[in-house]
């Protein structure tokens, strides 16, 4: 099931954490839809600047917004103006206050996300497909990455049948549930039609510290008395 079932949620609570930090009794469904808006809206407006991830906190007053992007200069724009035009939509769809905080990608060379847009970027230029799997494929394990796989799908160079082609250097241990990875998508629109571009990074084992294991342990052992 490693092999079929996304990597990311696969993880959540042990390699990583959930993307939305609230919880509610009686608005859960606006809630979530309110959640769903705000990514589509800040993902289309900033499709360029490197979208990771969007994380959302909701408070009974206010909701904050964190951002984690490749490129922090063109969300934030002249003097914030970017920042400040965003707020006012999402106040506006929200009907709350809207921190939005900032967060610059470390290292965006071995992010999946980053990766996959950058492929899918070359593609729409026209730039040939299987070289540019292999830069990038290359400035990944150079990054410190310690597997990558990349697949593109759709109509390769104009052919007028679909196919699929990937690259992988290193080692991707989907079924271990510790092992660090991560998944990046997007969509290259070209002439011919769109190209789906999927990326895979392995960048180690989560491994919990002493402490946070001793927690367990105690935590299991007040469950089981």
């Not at 979530?32 to 800040?42: A, G």
């Not at 809207?98 to 847009?117: H, M, R």
């Not at 400035?139 to 593109?152: D, F, S, Y």
């Not at 998944?183 to 769109?194: D, I, N, P, S, Y």
Request: proline share 3%; aromatic share 6%; net charge positive.
């Amino acid at each position: 099931m490693g092999q079929k079932v996304n990597p990311i949620g696969l993880r959540i609570g042990i390699t990583r954490g959930w993307d939305s930090i609230w919880f509610s009794q009686s608005d859960y469904k606006k809630n979530l839809h309110e959640d769903i808006k705000i990514r589509k809206f800040i993902q289309g407006r900033f499709h360029n600047a490197g979208i990771v991830k969007v994380v959302i906190e909701r408070f009974p007053e206010k909701i904050n917004v964190n951002l984690h992007t490749a490129k922090p200069g063109i969300v934030i724009g002249q003097k914030g103006s970017n920042i400040e035009a965003v707020k006012k939509i999402l106040k506006t769809m929200t009907e709350k206050p809207v921190n939005l905080n900032i967060i610059e990608v470390k290292k965006p060379e071995t992010v999946a996300q980053c990766i996959a847009e950058s492929i899918a970027l070359q593609i729409e230029q026209r730039q040939p497909f299987r070289r540019v799997m292999k830069q990038e494929l290359r400035r990944a394990m150079r990054g410190g990455v310690e597997g990558i796989k990349i697949l593109i799908s759709g109509r390769l160079n104009g052919a007028d049948m679909a196919r699929r082609e990937n690259y992988k250097e290193g080692r991707i241990p989907l079924h271990t549930l510790r092992a660090k990875i991560d998944l990046g998508f997007k969509e290259a629109k070209t002439t011919f039609g769109q190209i789906g571009v999927k990326v895979w990074t392995y960048s180690g084992d989560f491994i919990q510290s002493k402490e946070e294991s001793e927690e367990d342990k105690y935590a299991v052992k007040r469950r089981t008395s």
